[in-house]
């Protein structure tokens, strides 16, 4: 029971109803008071208070002012004799309540392990639970130390039964493959100095490690960690019906001991803790790659961008009162329409000025934009483009929607286009450009020959669709 109480409250719970008075009868002194207080406290708890400190100072005031008997006779009520037990009987039966049995006590724990135990873990909650359970069913709870014993066997069964079926949908090819690569991964924590080591090994460290700073590098290393925890062929179905926060638990006993305390760790307990964390760092590691391709797409445009700024930014002039000189040149050239430039435009805004316009709107405008993609183009051909085969390959991008359905297709042509070396699609093939190529970048991505026959850029039409893709994967 909590500690603390409000007037308002106390009065709500612990106030006596005529019929309940009749209960108290003609009982006197500690007896009167202890009874009053029992049955006040079992219609709030559907329990019986452990012990008398159990109950607030503040509630026996109340309920001893109302039985008209002084509060401090509650310390000489017999918590452990006969009167006790009668009157707790006849609590138990104006509620309705029985006391708990043997078989109640095991039903419990059954139902928290199937209903609670997979949410919490916590001995609090489940106790909470418990005797939630036991009020819903009209019983009165055991004692406090048989509520205990219930909860930690509770937790004890519900960790048995997961550890079985989870070693139960486990393959021996899985179980031989998990040893296999446990044993790689200690070896080369063992050796982790050595420099003859391949460069795609890793060791367990590295399988737990986050991706670290953006870049290629970053990505080929996910990819190898996912590629390795594939290998493992675990059932995609393995944990669907547990709560993350389970599998949780058991992964971060992988990631807390050091690779020879697991292996020393009974078959069940070792198969499924090492299972709960290679399950949980496929999904980590592959949302690890979509983060670092949203953010090398990203990276790719904004150093472009400013690559083109710095070679822009010595001969790049702004020109302060833009609308001004345009409405002066507007008005100069309407009074004149047959007049010379030189002579009617120079006097009003000379040639450097003029010059600078134009170049402000060039460094700002489509060339700019032009130049821009430029670069972007060279980088992402020279440097960026050996990942996407890799992603394409370890990823499988998927939507019901079918708005994103340009941008699937897209990629799968990509896909399919990856062993083939040609600058171009072919034309007879259906390439996805609604949905894909946005309105100012298909002059850029769709050329034309010198008949005049359009056709597609591959590396352009790389780029535009890793930008759709990354458009909508952060949508």
Sequence with gaps: ????????????????????????????????????????????????????????????????????????????????????????????????FREATTEDIQLTKEW?????????????????????????????????????RLTKSAIRTYGDQFLQETY????????????????????????EADDNIEEKSMSFGDLRADPGRIGLESVFKEINKLQTIRQLNLPDNLFNKVPTKVIKRYKQRAVSEKLMELRRHPDKMRYTILAAFFWL?????????IELLIAIIHR?????????????????????????????????VIDNPDGIIKQVLYPVVNEKTLKALVKEFKNTGVQFRQKVYTVMRASYSKHYRGMVPELLNILQFRSNNDLYQPVIKALELIKKYTPIITRYFSNDKEIPIDGVIKAGMKETVIEKDNNGKERINRINYEIVVLQALRDKLRC
């Design 1 to 96: 029971m909590k500690r603390n109480w409000e007037l308002d409250e106390i009065i709500d719970h612990f106030t006596f109803l005529p019929n309940e008075l009749t209960q108290v009868g003609n009982k006197t002194g500690e007896t009167r008071l202890g009874f009053g207080v029992m049955f006040k406290y079992f219609q709030y708890e559907a329990r019986f208070p452990n012990y008398k400190n159990e109950v607030p100072i503040e509630i026996i005031e109340y309920i001893a002012k109302q039985l008209d008997v002084a509060p401090f006779v509650f310390d000489k009520y017999d918590w452990s004799g006969r009167n006790i037990k009668y009157h707790r009987a006849q609590i138990r039966t104006f509620f309705g």
């Design 112 to 148: 928290l392990c199937k209903q609670v135990l997979y949410q919490n873990f916590e001995i609090e909650n489940l106790k909470e639970e418990a005797y939630k359970r036991f009020r819903e069913s009209s019983i009165e709870p055991p004692t406090l130390e048989q509520i205990n």
């Design 168 to 191: 139960s949908q486990l393959s021996l090819s899985t179980r031989y493959q998990m040893n296999l690569l446990i044993e790689t991964l200690a070896l080369y924590d063992e050796t």
């Design 281 to 289: 760092r496929k999904r980590e590691i592959t949302d690890n790659l």
């Design 300 to 332: 790719i445009g904004v150093k472009a961008e400013r690559k083109v700024e710095k070679e822009f930014v010595n001969d790049f002039k702004r020109v302060n009162g833009k609308n001004n000189l345009l409405f002066q040149i507007a008005e100069v």
